[in-house]
């Protein structure tokens, strides 16, 4: 099971990696064109396949197994430390996509203002719920984190 972690792992980071290049230099989009959209699908695709290889073999270790006593352990299972990284998942997720949407709605808030001063509590009001996608990716990290 550490390998689909492992695999899990390279998948995310080779995506940052990839959109950051991508980010910095927009320029090397236009000579990789032909292979980096087949690279990022395949590695989402491997990223994909490695969440179902966990669903599918390591679903038993997430969940607690029925005793007639109740037992103090000091250590975490494999499951239970997926368990929790899966309740992060929705902060994590939510996150970006705010930090996505708060990007061009401030940019446009910020000059739908210097045009005219008396939209800020309008504007104000479209960023406000840009951000709410995160707090909602919270309140479920939360609810997931009850019930483990």
Known sequence: MY???ALMSFAILALILGGLILEARPTLASRIR???????????????????????LGIND????????VTVVNEI???????IIGAGIPTALSTIGAGIAVGPIGA?????????????GRTLIYLGLAE??????????ILLLNKI
């Not at 032909?34 to 599918?56: D, E, S």
């Not at 446009?108 to 800020?120: D, Q, R, V, Y």
Request: no cysteine; net charge negative.
């Open 34 to 56: 032909p292979w980096y959209r087949p690279a990022m699908g395949t590695q989402l695709l491997a990223f994909v396949g490695a969440q179902l290889g966990l669903l599918v």
């Open 132 to 141: 709410g996608i995160a707090i909602y990716g919270l309140v479920v990290s």
């Open 108 to 120: 446009a808030s910020l000059a739908a203002i210097t045009e005219k001063p008396e939209n800020l």
């Open 3 to 5: 390998w689909l972690v």
């Open 77 to 83: 299972s494999t499951g239970m430390g997926l368990a």
């Open 62 to 69: 997430a969940f607690a197994q029925a005793t007639e006593t």
